[in-house]
């Protein structure tokens, strides 16, 4: 490459061409697609435009543009959630962040729960916001509802998606007590549609998750109608209410082992 590829006025010119195109998020293909130039001609013009401090790299091969008002910042990007997409691919937030969108609870989290299709760290840290990342599969890409957030579109799992996945994970929603006071307020709520969480339960050909249910739904919500599709949807072997959390104490009706410490559970 010639040394006249990076002058201040040729760089700047195709830095605002590039700019223009990309929004929020600027990406290697994007660029060597706007400016017809090989992938390895892209990056080293990113590089130079990170080294000069016009860019901010916030991934492998993302990277977004630096205000001038911002330039000394750690964070530069008004709104993470732009940097989802590009970064996790086929994906959806879910687990505690969507719970709190939809406003199922008011405890915040500092960390933003993003499932994805695609191979990724368990924990992915970026413009100083911690994603905690889930694992998911194609077929399990429904009840998602779409939000934009700028120029980007956003998938979120809507709110019975939402109870649904923490059921199956408590872990996502913050451990199951608060899952527990999340359902709570889904199935309190004028459009908790509990069909429809059974609907999508089904869809995860996941036991634990009617189990789970089933029981919160007779111990924590006294909901008989509910507690009985759970029980018509039983499967054969045991479960925790909290995988990874030590569970002494069985309870036969639903084959679900519990906290010795879960006051709610009704004795067998």
């Known amino acids: ?40 001609r892209a990056a080293k013009l990113l590089s130079r435009w990170t080294e000069q401090g016009w860019l901010r790299r916030v991934s492998h091969g993302l990277y977004v543009p630096v205000p001038i008002d911002l330039a000394g910042n750690e964070q530069v990007v008004e709104d993470p959630w732009v940097l989802i997409p590009p970064m996790f691919g086929q994906c959806y937030v879910g687990g505690w962040t969507a719970a709190h969108h ?29 994603f905690v990342i889930h694992r998911t599969t194609e077929d399990r890409l429904f009840g998602l509802k779409t939000l934009w957030r700028g120029s980007a579109r956003v998938s979120i799992s809507d709110p019975a998606r939402t109870v649904v996945d923490m059921l199956a994970m ?23 549609d509990k069909e429809l969480l059974v609907q999508y339960a089904e869809r995860f050909s996941n036991g634990a998750i009617f189990k789970r249910l089933g029981f919160l739904a007779e111990t924590i919500l006294h909901d008989d109608e509910l507690a009985d599709a759970c029980r018509a949807r039983l499967t054969q072997g045991y479960a925790h209410l909290e995988s990874g959390r030590s569970c002494e104490r069985l309870v036969t009706a639903w084959r679900l082992w519990i906290p010795e410490s879960w006051s709610k559970a009704p004795h067998d």
């Open 170 to 192: 408590p872990e996502s929603g913050g451990g199951v007590e608060h899952v527990a006071e999340c359902l709570k307020s889904y199935v309190e709520r004028e459009k908790g």
């Open 1 to 40: 490459m010639s040394g006249d590829d990076f002058t201040l006025p040729t760089s700047r010119a195709r830095l605002s061409t590039v700019l223009r195109a990309a929004n929020e998020v600027v990406s290697v293909d994007l660029v060597a697609r706007t400016l017809e130039l090989d992938r390895s």
């Open 102 to 130: 939809w406003e199922l609870t008011e405890q915040l989290f500092n960390e933003t729960v993003v499932f994805t299709t695609q191979r990724s760290p368990k924990r992915h840290v970026a413009q100083g916001i911690v």
